[in-house]
């Protein structure tokens, strides 16, 4: 198979020696039962009948020990060994982590596997009636979760509300069409927007969860009026005079998973504020005056965090690939994923109001179109789409 001609990466955790006995009932087991039993369970017990995947089974001792179809999971002693460790440590973006939908395990669940299988993957105290699934082992990923949760019970504003910041020239959307969390760009005007429109926000706040000020005006003092957006979940600076100063500001935005400094003034020393929020997932920090020992130490307290500091892969076949596995994505997802994304956010000036382009690039997409993309894979605009933009970009 696949995975065991990869070279594992060498996780961070690899090297941390086991700090306390671990409890296989208390805290291991139920990362079994949140996140694996929709795939790992006696198929007579599966909700929907569902064939153990991979031929494993993690909801009994004996079977644990068995294994799957390729063999042994677990190694007692040796986690480095234990595909049972290994394929729950892969970086996020590896195509054999475990488990393959939603979140990746968190530091401290892949933590309590390793000290476990560390101390010899003993499974003392373990009782047949405790083999069900507890919630949470939906394959739903939690980033929809975590938007749906925190639209728990938020009526829509209405137009008289969001009017003000339309005024600016912001673009305000409901995320989706089930869901009243608001997203609002106002990267389209930026040059327009400065620390005292960015205020005009806080009456959103209960609402307000992606925000795209790339390429405004906005300072760092003017990012202490986000610091009252608790639902904020994607933030755009990119291409902002904001620096470490501004960064301090943010910390307390116990829901933000997505975070573009792209070409700000940020240092290793604002990534040490960053190192303070948790919930952080994603983070873009090319052409930044951070660099690769201040995304190491970031690292050591997120191992889990992406941080992209450059182009790494062609967005277009990166994006295909994403549209073939989603065809139906909805909008709370689909940038996430889609490396393209940033390219919109620096194009965006670019494009024509009202183009396709324009449209989709409000709704965090791409327009669809070969033309489009294929422009865009090479850092264009498409100008049979956009002929406003002839002259504007290097040929
Ligand atoms: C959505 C379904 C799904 C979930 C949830 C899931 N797995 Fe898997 N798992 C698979 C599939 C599919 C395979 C087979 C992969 C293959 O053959 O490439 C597999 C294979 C494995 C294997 C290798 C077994 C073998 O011998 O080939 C291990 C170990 C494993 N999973 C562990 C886990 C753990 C631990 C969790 C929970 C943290 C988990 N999986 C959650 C789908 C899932």
New binding site residues.
């Given amino acids: 198979?696949?995975?065991f001609l990869v070279p594992i990466v060498a996780s961070a955790l690899a090297a941390v020696p086991p700090a306390f006995a671990v409890d296989f009932v208390k805290d291991v087991y139920p990362?079994?039962q949140k996140?694996?039993?929709?795939?790992?369970i006696d198929q007579a017990k599966h909700p929907k009948g569902k064939k153990p995947?991979?031929?494993?089974r993690?909801d009994t001792p004996e079977m644990i020990l068995k294994?799957?179809?390729?063999?042994k999971?677990l190694i007692a002693g040796d986690p480095e060994k234990s595909?049972?460790y290994k394929?729950?440590s892969l970086p996020e973006d590896d195509d054999?982590i475990?488990?393959?939908?939603?979140d990746a395990?968190t530091k401290e669940q892949q933590q309590a596997?390793y000290n476990w299988i560390k101390e010899g993957g003993k499974m003392e105290g373990w009782k047949p009636e405790m083999a069900k699934a507890l919630d949470g082992?939906k394959?739903e990923p939690k980033k929809l979760d975590l938007v749906d949760q925190l639209a728990k019970g938020l009526s829509p504003l209405d137009a008289k509300a969001t009017a003000p910041v339309s005024k600016l020239g912001g673009l305000v959307m409901p995320l989706a069409n089930n869901n009243s969390l608001l997203q609002v760009n106002l990267s389209l005007t930026g040059e327009e927007i400065g620390d005292a429109q960015v205020a005009q926000l806080t009456p959103l706040k209960s609402h307000l969860t992606w925000l795209n000020l790339a390429g405004t005006k906005v300072s760092d003092d003017g990012l202490k009026s986000l610091s009252g957006l608790k639902n904020l979940t994607r933030l755009h600076l990119e291409k902002t005079a904001v620096s470490d100063a501004g960064i301090q500001h943010l910390s307390g935005l116990d829901n933000l998973e997505y975070l573009n400094l792209y070409g700000t003034k940020v240092t290793n020393a604002g990534l040490n504020e960053l190192a303070k929020m948790k919930s952080l997932k994603k983070l873009y920090l090319w052409q930044t005056g951070a660099d690769k020992a201040g995304v190491d130490a970031l690292k050591k307290s997120h191992p889990a965090l992406y941080v992209n500091i450059g182009w790494e892969k062609p967005p277009v076949v990166e994006q295909k690939k994403e549209d073939a596995k989603k065809p139906e994505a909805t909008k709370a997802e689909p940038a996430n994923k889609n490396p393209a994304e940033v390219k919109f956010a620096d194009l965006a000036k670019l494009f024509d109001k009202g183009s396709c382009c324009f449209k989709a690039h409000a709704g965090g997409k791409d327009c669809g179109h070969g033309c489009c993309k294929e422009a865009l894979a090479k850092g264009k605009v498409c100008l049979k789409c956009n002929p406003g933009a002839k002259g504007k970009q290097k040929s």
């Fill in positions: 198979m696949r995975r990362i079994f996140r694996c039993f929709d795939c790992h995947k991979g031929e494993l993690l294994g799957g179809e390729e063999g999971v595909t049972l394929l729950v054999d475990m488990p393959p939908k939603g395990l596997i082992g394959a």
